[in-house]
């Protein structure tokens, strides 16, 4: 018998409990930003928050590091993309020195 996802850990995956489950992380995520390793004592805060099984802990715990890799990385580049588009808005962007023409 395959495993339905919707009905993993005996819950109803339902609009309501995945808007809860993003409003929780949403908020849980405003204090864990730039703690080294805060990802994991957020999901387990979120885990228990919803009722749900900590036996995901170990799981993340072991796959955390690379994940933070990647949200480190789209954390900078969003920071530098959001910069750039800012400073030509007001003009204030050489775009030679952007684009590598001249040093």
Known sequence: MPLRMETLFRWWIAKELILRFVFL??????????????????AIILLQTMNLPLTLVPVLATIWPLIDIAHTTCNVTGDLVGTAIISSHLNDIDRDVFSGVKG
């Open 25 to 42: 992380g949403l908020v849980l995520s405003l204090e864990t930003a730039g703690i080294k390793g805060a990802g994991i004592v957020m």
